[in-house]
């Protein structure tokens, strides 16, 4: 349990110093990978190797990555690049 506190609250850590940068390859990177996460806790609690409340946890991350595609899509289109500066 404190592993995984840790590590929840270090990621939102992470997400906070990013959104103050203004570092949006890290939130690029993080939709694949919040998509992964959506997947495997799904297959988990369909094959029955996870409780179904993890459903929810998978759910949560798909959304997230989805949400997130989708800002960045529309920044993208608000604001043209400035030769790759953001990367």
Same mark, same amino acid.
Do not use: H
């Given at each position: 349990?404190?592993? *995984? *506190? ?14 103050? *940068? $203004? ?42 990555? /989805? /949400?997130?595609? +989708?800002? /960045? ?7 043209? %690049?400035? $030769?790759? %500066? $953001? +990367?």
């Amino acid at each position: 349990m404190t592993a *995984s *506190s840790m590590a929840a609250v270090n990621m939102g850590v992470y997400y906070v110093l990013a959104a103050l *940068s $203004d570092w949006k390859a890290f939130f690029r990177w993080t939709v694949p990978f919040r998509l992964l996460t959506c997947t495997v806790f799904t297959l988990a609690v369909i094959g029955g190797r996870a409780p179904s409340g993890f459903l929810g946890v998978g759910l949560w991350e798909g959304l997230g990555a /989805l /949400l997130t595609g +989708a800002a /960045l899509r529309y920044e993208a289109q608000r604001t043209p %690049a400035a $030769d790759g %500066a $953001d +990367a």
